[in-house]
T-cell receptor, first 111, second 113 residues
């Protein structure tokens, strides 16, 4: 079963706009990570946020974590065509240390 | 380029056969995890090896097994292949277990016919 659920499932925006994706999870976690996957190939690690952190930035990426709501968001600012990909959140559960991925958000940047 | 390499990149097998997939982890990493990703789905955790011992397993039957070698490279073995085993198999290496950044290989696309 999936621990994380990304929302929306698919998102199309114009190049230059900001893209926001959300992730909800069910159980207590040690950390939450966001990954990008291009065309069904390997995943690229974007950012890791620990359970005691509320916000992290990396370049054009901003991730927030709200452990009380069991949710996270990934914001990509000033989107580019190269950002077209699937984005996954992955949670590290406290109870058994397993990493659980959601089904992902498919982001398409329109020229 | 993550430094994690998987072989082969593509593979076609017949139902009932056995398959071995290989993964070379990134230099300095002592932990390898394996994931199965069906089309349109997120990766599903199969198991993890830390210093040559399995230290975490997902909801996969025993016919999915693995090994980690002294150089921290790893194998995933699947016996008695079923059609539903068709998927992209991803290997990820990290240092220190599940709570650290993982670096993924490009995956092996397995098709069972």
């Amino acid at each position: 079963s999936q621990q994380g659920e990304e929302d929306p499932q698919a998102l199309s925006i114009q190049e230059g706009e900001n893209a926001t994706m959300n992730c909800s999870y069910k159980t207590s976690i040690n950390n939450l990570q966001w990954y990008r996957q291009n065309s069904g190939r390997g995943l690229v690690h974007l950012i890791l946020i620990r359970s005691n952190e509320r916000e992290k930035h990396s370049g054009r990426l901003r991730v927030t974590l709200d452990t009380s709501k069991k949710s996270s968001s990934l914001l990509i600012t000033a989107s580019r065509a190269a950002d077209t990909a699937s984005y996954f959140c992955a949670t590290a559960r406290i109870r058994d240390d397993k990493i659980i991925f959601g089904k992902g958000t498919r982001l398409h940047i329109l020229p | 380029e993550t430094g994690v390499t998987q072989s082969p990149t593509h593979l076609i097998k017949t139902r009932g056969q056995q398959v071995t997939l290989r993964c070379s982890s990134q230099s300095g990493h002592n932990t390898v995890s394996w994931y199965q990703q069906a089309l349109g789905q997120g990766p599903q955790f199969i198991f993890q090896y830390y210093r040559e011992e399995e230290n975490g397993r997902g909801n996969f039957p025993p016919r999915f097994s693995g090994l980690q070698f002294p150089n921290y490279s790893s194998e995933l073995n699947v016996n008695a292949l079923e059609l539903d085993d068709s998927a992209l198999y991803l290997c990820a290496s990290s240092f220190g277990g599940l709570n650290t950044e993982a670096f993924f290989g490009q995956g092996t696309r397995l098709t069972v016919v």
